[in-house]
């Protein structure tokens, strides 16, 4: 199993602490395989926390063979900050709690090669059970 890009979240920020955006979620347009046969396709639009993303992968390297490649099209790039509980109103913004990716509909998550279809149909099964966004299978062949 040869994961091609393994970082999850950013090396190097500009900005430790960001304001709430309110992202818009458009449908994405034109989103076209680029390195391999299969991908898997977000349906609409959500949030993934970095531990949802890492849960996917592991995921992939479990279901996979050796002999596959895995291609990760989008990092987890948005901070978000949380203040401890039980703490007065005011004295600035939270700590640092974890990264988050914004996932817009129409968005290709990961691609994977030298697989087959049944594989990918089961892992899109289960990941439909466990996220909170519907996925879908997509192929790219060459006739």
């Not at 955006?21 to 390195?35: P, R």
């Not at 466990?130 to 006739?143: D, E, G």
Request: one cysteine or more.
């Amino acid at each position: 199993m040869v994961i091609e890009k393994i970082m999850i979240i950013p090396k190097k920020i500009k900005f430790k602490k960001v304001h709430e955006n309110n992202f818009s979620f458009k449908k994405v347009k034109n989103i076209l395989l680029c390195k391999s046969q299969f991908g898997i396709k977000s349906l609409t639009s959500s949030f993934l926390s970095e531990q949802q993303l890492t849960m996917i992968l592991k995921l992939l390297n479990r279901k996979l063979r050796k002999n596959s490649k895995i291609y990760l099209r989008s990092i987890c790039s948005i901070p978000v900050t949380k203040k401890p509980l039980e703490t007065r109103m005011g004295k600035g913004k939270g700590a640092f709690h974890f990264w988050k990716l914004s996932i817009k509909a129409g968005q290709i998550l990961f691609e994977v090669q030298n697989t087959n279809l049944n594989v990918m149909k089961s892992i899109e099964h289960y990941l439909n059970k466990k996220l909170a966004l519907k996925l879908k299978t997509v192929s790219f062949f060459i006739y």
